[in-house]
């Protein structure tokens, strides 16, 4: 695993101040000028992969794949898709724990994740400090309590100030008519010293962020095609998705304080394939 900026920036920390800086850089940027074919990643649906799951830490089969590289490929053990495991294979990662086994953390250590349903929620619900949440819609009170699970709109956090060490989402932030303004909840929520690791939609080709969504006097504007994404909790209908991200997403998690960082993971042996495994982390210095 290697951080992408520093591949751009050698051992510098973050340099991205603008899009435009950003867009210069694109020729070196690793994943954007690869071609689909040129990463060994391709997987045929009938070839389940042997190996260890980050998620659940079991030595298992990652079976199923599909075209859909990203949400297939379950784990034998827990059930966990490759998307999941190239999120929990950071976390073990820069949370300093074993590639294998159960994820142990410290007794005071604060998870939020913001989801509260799927394999990483099941493996980390018996951590002391695990908090999960759902969006359930504007009606709802942050921090309320429905039918036993606890709404919150990260972009408007019932959080106190520098009370989570690790925020965790995946393929969240696009659903919100202000991901910047959620990315700045976090950092506000975020331990000197937290992380926020996830995962989004991203296009590394792209300088800026492709809006595709927004708010005009309390009206949804369509500025492109809609686009759904599945949602176990709105299962019928799915959830809009709002921004396909760009190069700008890194330059302004800067702008808010954090340090940014990208990774583009291959680990078959981890069940983690595809030409698109990128997973991100904003830090609290
Ligand atoms: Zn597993």
């Known amino acids: 695993m290697r951080n992408i900026l520093q591949a751009m920036f050698g051992k510098r920390s973050v340099v991205v101040s603008s899009p435009t800086a950003v867009r ?56 966990s898709f490759n998307r999941q495991r190239q999120l929990a294979h950071v976390l073990r990662r820069q949370c300093g724990l074993r590639a294998a086994g159960a ?55 019932s959080f106190g100030d520098a009370s989570i060490d690790l925020v965790l989402s995946s393929d969240v932030l696009e659903h919100m008519p202000d991901p910047y303004r959620a990315h700045s909840e976090i950092f506000r929520v975020l331990r000197p010293g937290g992380r926020h690791i996830f995962t989004v939609p991203f296009n590394a080709q792209a300088a800026h962020d492709d809006i595709r969504a927004k708010f005009v006097d309390g009206q949804i504007v369509y500025l492109a095609d809609k686009q759904f994404h599945g949602d176990p909790v709105r299962p019928d209908e799915g959830i809009l998705v709002w921004t396909i991200f760009g190069l700008e997403m890194l330059v302004r998690l800067a702008d808010i304080g954090f340090q940014p960082f990208a990774w583009n993971l291959f680990q078959p042996d981890e069940g983690i394939v595809g030409s698109y495994s990128l997973v991100f982390e904003a830090r609290k210095a």
């Open 24 to 79: 210069a850089t694109l020729p070196m940027f690793p994943f954007a000028a690869q071609p689909e074919d040129a990463y060994p990643g391709q997987v045929s649906s009938a070839e389940p992969l042997q190996g260890v799951c980050p998620v659940c830490g079991m030595p298992c089969s990652f079976e199923r794949f599909t075209e859909n590289l990203r949400e297939s490929g379950f784990c034998s053990s827990c059930g």
């Open 103 to 157: 994820m142990v953390f410290p007794q005071d250590f604060v998870i939020y994740n913001t989801e509260s349903n799927g394999a990483m929620h099941t493996q980390l619900s018996v951590a002391s400090g695990y908090l999960c949440s759902e969006y359930f819609g504007e009606e709802y009170e942050r921090g309320q309590d429905v039918d036993g699970r606890r709404h919150e709109d990260l972009q408007n956090l």
